[in-house]
């Protein structure tokens, strides 16, 4: 294995690693501050779908995803997900079909800023394997890590936003948001958009908190 290639994998696997390991550090500096002070959930199942512009890989797609939060402790979250989607190629010519599956997991971070709203971050390892019509298969493992706040604007609603930085094939950088609606105590529905160079999406979920 040559030195760029050795210097592509470190960049790509072991720094987004490292900054996981380093989330339960940050959590003992923040050990002093009530995080659930704002009684977020952070431990939770949901289902969704969403459509629009992705880049890994880089095509337009329906997608269905289920997605997972458990707490480990006063601050500290793991999260998981899998998706499938499918669609066609927006680069190339001939523009292909594509499907495939995304599969992450990770850790997350939150501490309250101040009344009703909470810091929140983390970060994901995640594998995509994509079947291109005629052209074989791909599959790409990077890292998405993502930085935020959660606000809650009323007793029955609640808004996310903040930025992104998705490195798995492509890398992609920008600006993720979200809004729920407690329809009864356990249950949400939702709907989330994610603005970038490359990608464009829009979806709608519903959240089943325990």
Known sequence: MNVRRMAHWYARLVVPGLALLSLPALAQEFEQLPSRGNDFSFQYLQVGFEA??????????????????????????????????DGRTRRGRPRLDVDGHRIYGGLGFNTPLEQDLDLVLSGDLVRVRARFEDAGSDSEVGFDLRGGVRYRATERVELSGGAFHENIDRSELGLYGEAMY????????????????????????????F
């Open 52 to 85: 629009g512009d992705i880049e890994n890989p880089r095509s337009n797609v329906n997608n269905f995803f289920f997605d997972g939060s458990w707490e480990l402790d006063e601050h500290l979250f793991v999260r998981g997900g899998l998706s499938y989607f």
């Open 182 to 209: 407690q329809m009864n105590a356990p249950v949400k529905a939702g709907a989330r958009l994610m603005l970038g160079g490359d990608v464009t999406t829009f979806g709608l979920f519903g959240r089943y908190d």
